[in-house]
């Protein structure tokens, strides 16, 4: 509307349009390289690079404290991974995204907790002197309740934020039922398969997940698996009905029919 006639209405160019932002599942690893860049700030690789970890090991322990499974566990140090790609590092404690990461993950997997009780895990792992000296029988520690309620408020302004990131998309999709099934499909050992089913694990604690899909990362893994259990010493024979680590491990490295029954190239499991 014209400020100096109000009966003049703005014209439809005039208006700002809206803006609609759609769900991007996976980044490549330029794009991943450009947006931690751009929020790492002042820090360098290798200080994001361990304030990645810190976070990761206390979504771990919390997770781990409460009683989480592991597709929470590992889907909250996937949301922190891509909490960062949009906000600076600098403008929030880690804390408050990890346990927000936390907070929404347990929605995503029918796993809720109420913010208050994922708070008090985490004052326990983060005070452990506290919690030793508590009376409560669920261990809780005694913090002050107005420190809560603000903690609490911080965790729900971050979850908002995080919903704001996934664009209100609760899909997610883990590595680790892709392990077995392509762990039988190549005739892996249950030894080979628990090593890999690791490595899926750890994978998370990196921002592998969020370029490339679930089966890449199970099939990478696998591939690491065999290479580490064939350099080992004194490895046990080989069982009948079951391929080798050295035999899976050359399958992966060179291209094959493999490739496009799942979809990969041998560029993309070297890649990662």
């Not at 809720?112 to 452990?128: D, G, N, S, T």
Request: charged share 20%; proline share 6%.
């Amino acid at each position: 509307m014209d400020a100096l006639n109000p009966n003049i209405r703005d014209s439809p160019s005039q208006i700002p349009a809206s803006h609609v932002k759609y769900h991007l599942p996976y980044f490549t690893p330029a794009e991943v390289e450009q947006l931690s860049e751009k929020q790492r700030g002042k820090l360098s690789v290798n200080q994001e690079e361990k304030a990645r970890q810190q976070a990761c090991g206390f979504i771990e322990a919390v997770g781990a404290k409460i009683g989480f499974p592991r597709k929470t566990i590992a889907t909250a140090q996937n949301l922190y991974h891509r909490f960062h790609l949009f906000f600076p590092r600098k403008d929030f404690s880690f804390y408050d995204v990890t346990l927000a990461a936390l907070y929404v993950s347990s929605k995503m997997h029918d796993t809720l907790k109420k913010p208050r009780e994922i708070l008090m895990v985490a004052y326990a792992v983060r005070f452990p002197e506290l919690a030793a000296k508590s009376k409560s029988v669920a261990g809780e520690v005694d913090m002050d309740p107005q420190t809560v309620e603000h903690d609490r408020q911080r965790l729900l302004a971050v979850e908002r934020l995080i919903l704001e990131t996934i664009c209100f998309n609760f899909t997610s999709r883990m590595p680790f039922p892709y392990v077995i099934k392509i762990g039988r499909a190549f005739g892996a050992t249950k030894r080979l398969t628990k090593l890999a089913w690791r490595l899926a694990i750890d994978s998370h604690r990196t921002v592998v997940n969020l370029e490339y899909p679930p089966h890449v990362v199970a099939l990478a893994c696998l591939y690491l698996a065999s290479l580490l259990s064939s350099f080992e010493q004194g490895t046990s024979p080989e069982r009948s009905g079951y391929n080798s680590s050295h035999q899976i491990a050359a399958t992966f490295g060179k291209s094959g029919k493999w490739e496009q029954q799942f979809q990969v190239h041998v560029a993309d499991l070297e890649g990662m």
